[in-house]
């Protein structure tokens, strides 16, 4: 681990410490981080109170990291706004006859009730940024994905997403290439 990374994981152990404190010392804050459903809320509770420890591990505070410094020309797969409430904003990264790689930012994003996605390519993704829950026809239980995991999608294979992070949101890189016809 570079120092770098040392400290910023020490810093966010001591902010966590410090939220966990007042909220033994506040009964109205164990309160409010009891009512929290998720980690999104007690991430929003924490920063209500001063206390930031939502970034991930690796993740630049705004302002830093290679988007900062990209300059004219310069791209950053993990670095742009937030896209609305609930969207989603899709970039084509590459594009050849043989596949298409894209990049793909959801905010809150979910599938439309009783909608699947029946695709006639195969998509491999791989989570950039944060985290989402997908649900597999063919499957009683949701997947959970958290950054840095990765999946492939048969084509064909009904799928739909449950859930994206909010903001900053979760960035998907996301590989479609055709299926072979069927015989």
Not at 54 to 65: D, I, L, S, T, V
Not at 81 to 104: K, S
Request: charged share 20%; glycine share 8%.
């Amino acid at each position: 681990m570079a120092e770098a990374q040392l400290q910023q994981f020490l810093e966010k152990v001591r902010q966590l410490n410090a939220f966990v404190a007042l909220s033994e010392a506040d009964p109205g804050l164990r309160q409010a981080l009891r009512d929290c459903g998720d980690h999104h809320q007690v991430v929003a509770l924490a920063r209500s109170r001063g206390f930031e420890i939502g970034r991930r591990w690796g993740e630049a505070p705004p302002g830093e990291g290679p988007a900062a410094d990209a300059g004219e020309g310069g791209a950053s797969l993990v670095r742009s706004p937030c896209p609305a409430d609930g969207e989603e904003v899709t970039t084509v990264l590459l594009q050849t006859p043989q596949l298409r790689l894209e990049r793909i930012h959801s905010c809150n994003a979910r599938s439309p009730e009783g909608f699947w996605y029946d695709q006639s390519e195969h998509e491999w993704v791989l989570l950039l940024q944060g985290s989402a829950r997908l649900q597999f026809a063919d499957e009683a239980e949701p997947r959970a994905l958290a950054c840095g995991e990765a999946l492939l999608i048969s084509a064909g294979r009904w799928h739909r997403l449950l859930a994206s992070d909010p903001p900053p949101g979760t960035i998907w890189l996301a590989l479609f290439w055709p299926a072979p016809p069927a015989h």
